[in-house]
């Protein structure tokens, strides 16, 4: 009996998604912007925790780790953007899992900033009600520390939403692209 040998030919198909240059270029610009604000503002939080000789809240930390997850997000995105293997499914599936960090970031500020009057916002109107005169005594430098710190919380909640905004975007533009739309951009 002779054997008959049969050859076997692999097709490798490769498809390639449009991305739109310009919608993802800001993108990642305003992501590493709301990374690295989240990151700065809740280390410099930390750091007044330790030396106030306080306990640092869940929040913080949260913060930081889920702003250096951002930026680590977009770096991936940037590595497979050069390579063009940049896939809609995830990015997709990145963006979700940020944005549901990113609601529980604003969750959680939102718990902390407006919460009754013991509540960061409360205390820092009354801190603005209380505002000492000019010149450069202690207790104006102590006033302009604590007003620098009520406007990191507001901006760290301002980027809370930004970052929960801009992920379901992607994973808008995600879909788009992987139904062969590229999110408005021409072929």
Known sequence: ????????TRVIVRQSYYWPDQQLNFWIII???????????????VRDQ?????GIPWIMPYGITVGGLTILF?????????????????VIIGSFILL????????ETALQLFRNTNGI?????????????????VDVLAYL?????????????AFWIVGAVFFLWMIV??????????????R
């Open 1 to 8: 009996m002779a054997r008959s040998s049969t050859s076997r």
């Open 31 to 45: 992501m590493l912007a709301t990374g690295g604000v989240l990151i700065g503002v809740f280390a410099a939080f």
């Open 50 to 54: 330790q030396q106030f000789g306080l």
């Open 74 to 90: 977009v770096w991936i995105m940037l590595a497979l953007i050069y390579q063009r293997r940049l896939l809609p499914g995830a």
């Open 100 to 107: 549901i960090l990113y609601i529980t970031g604003i969750i």
């Open 121 to 137: 916002a409360g205390q820092c109107n009354s801190l603005n009600s209380n505002a000492p005169g000019h010149g450069l005594t």
């Open 145 to 157: 520390e604590l007003q620098s710190i009520c406007q990191s919380w507001e901006a760290a909640f």
């Open 173 to 186: 533009l995600g879909s788009q692209v992987a139904r062969g739309g590229g999110g408005g951009g021409e």
